[in-house]
């Protein structure tokens, strides 16, 4: 049996008869070190990946101490998750055990690793491609690596079928921005109550706290901005109780919305159009329209300015996104403001007259609101 406890928001294993797991505590403590637990949603998920693997090995009477391979590909092959989560939960078990091994709590790691190569763009410099050892065992890297994008008239169609304003700004977002959710979570009232539209502008910065409490500088559209804007002098200010968060989305009670919040009412929305749609899967959107858009710009490395908007530590993980310009078919527009245009239009406005593509895009917002 294991206990996980949270106090402070920072998380605690227990095992039988509450006894202090020691040596995962520390793990768990360390990786605020390295940057990768500094949110408390990140911190609580790494604390239930290793905590149901240790409750496993209770339960089967095994010390993860001594575990082998085949007990690992044994408790591997009884979850029933997907197969990125699969992944992602190796991945953690990986960096326990190593950081296991280097300070000899045990000997090796119960896992089998094979080479793989890296495939880099020509525009990174002379290097093509780079090794990296990955973890063998049960990885389904097939499926695992495939980017499911969904199309533009179905993000829409899920944007209208939100209940409220709120809402539908929160699927815009996503959309326009490729925000995760809890960096959208964190918008404060005064980004946008303080933000300078230029009337030449056709994007404003915002500064976001990303994974591992990294800032960057995030576009989004002046409409948005301005539409948020809105929301938070009109709609936002009539919730009662709302003076106790400065956060932008709020719920009934006045309360930051949450990201159980968030998930319920995408869930909602998209099993009435029968969409498969959640926050990551709106990234994607934005992460390949854009790959799209700034490769056509021309840049000496679209991917590299992706990867920054993004806010990926590895190019390795904006790379997955490369295959997939080819299959979409956006025209070009001349910068960010007719990038949103021709989305919101669902990617039938060819490049040309900016008046037009603007006015056919207010035209079209009068209309789903």
């Not at 092959?77 to 953690?92: E, P």
């Given at each position: ?12 294993l ?14 768990l ?37 001594t ?51 890296v ?53 815009e ?22 933000a ?14 990303g ?97 920054r ?24 527009a ?16 060819a ?11 207010m ?7």
């Open positions: 049996m294991t206990h996980i406890v949270f106090r402070a928001q920072k998380p605690y227990f095992g039988s008869a509450w006894k202090t797991l020691l040596e995962p505590n520390d793990w403590y360390s990786l605020r070190g390295d940057g990768a637990t500094q949110s408390p949603q990140t911190w609580r998920v790494y604390a239930y990946a290793l905590g149901d693997h240790l409750a496993w090995c209770h339960r089967e009477g095994l010390d993860w101490r575990l082998g391979r085949p007990e690992m590909e044994r408790y591997l092959s009884t979850l029933a998750i997907a197969d990125g989560t699969l992944n992602w939960k190796i991945s953690v078990l990986v960096r326990f055990y190593i950081w296991c091994e280097a300070r000899r709590i045990r000997l090796g790691v119960p896992f089998t690793f094979r080479e793989a190569f495939r880099r763009p020509g525009f990174f410099g002379r290097e093509t491609a780079r090794q990296v050892m990955r973890p063998s065992v049960m990885r389904r890297v097939s499926q695992a690596e495939q980017v499911i994008v969904p199309r533009v008239a179905d993000v829409w169609a899920l944007r209208n079928a939100m209940p409220c304003w709120r809402d539908r700004l929160v699927v977002c996503f959309a326009f921005t490729g925000l995760r959710c809890a960096e959208l979570l964190g918008l404060r009232t005064e980004q946008f109550l303080a300078r539209i230029d009337a030449k502008e056709s994007a404003v910065f915002v500064k976001v706290i994974k591992g409490r990294k800032p960057r500088l995030v576009p989004f559209p002046a409409t948005l901005v301005r539409d948020l804007r809105r929301y938070i002098l009109l709609d936002r200010n009539h919730v009662a109780g709302v003076q106790r968060t400065d956060r932008v989305f709020v719920s009934a009670k006045g309360a930051a919305l949450s990201s159980s919040g968030v998930q319920f009412r995408l869930r909602t929305a998209s099993r009435q159009l029968g969409l498969p749609t959640h926050p990551h899967l709106l990234r994607h959107f934005f992460a390949c329209h854009r790959l799209r858009y700034l490769s056509g710009l021309g840049i000496g490395d679209p991917l590299g300015q992706l990867q908007e993004l806010g990926h530590s590895q190019i390795t993980t904006t790379l997955r996104y490369l295959h997939l310009t080819d299959e979409l078919r956006a025209r070009i001349s910068d960010h403001q007719e990038f949103v245009a021709t989305l919101a239009l669902g990617g039938k406005v490049s040309g007259d900016r008046t037009q593509i603007e006015a056919e895009a035209q079209h917002e009068r209309h789903v609101r």
